[in-house]
């Protein structure tokens, strides 16, 4: 199994900036990707960033330019850090790791999400 602990979230004014960091505990998996999803009331979780065991990194259109996702490998930790926030990016942002090991006896690659932590931007 793969335990996912976030933290930095918070209250931000606009303009403000946040760090997220997300910390996997995976000792005998091996870590594929590392992301960052948002999700508000109502509406489907989306893609934040992502960057892959190689990494290259991928972002959407609304935060490129603004954030920044990196790894720490030998850390298993993935951050995210949010500059220029505005109010549309407030949401609870869920960290993802696809790893590759035994899960039930059985070998493959498998999604964990983390708890995920409220980031607000007030205007």
């Known amino acids: 199994q793969v335990q996912l602990v976030e933290s930095g979230g918070g209250l931000v004014q606009a303009g403000g900036s946040l760090r997220l960091s997300c910390a996997a505990s995976?000792?005998?998996?091996?870590?594929?990707?590392m992301g960052w999803y948002r999700q508000t009331p109502g509406k489907q979780r989306e893609l934040v960033a992502s960057v892959i065991s190689g990494g290259t990194t991928n972002y959407a259109e609304t935060v490129k330019g603004r954030f920044t996702i990196s790894r720490d490998n030998a850390k298993n930790t993935v951050y995210l850090q949010m500059n220029s926030l505005k109010p549309e990016d407030t949401a609870v942002y869920y960290c993802?790791?696809?790893?590759?090991?035994?899960?039930?006896?059985?070998?493959?690659?498998?999604?964990?999400w983390g708890q995920g932590t409220q980031v607000t931007v007030g205007s």
């Open positions: 993802n790791v696809e790893a590759t090991g035994y899960k039930g006896g059985l070998y493959g690659m498998y999604e964990y």
């Open positions: 995976a000792s005998i998996w091996r870590i594929n990707a």
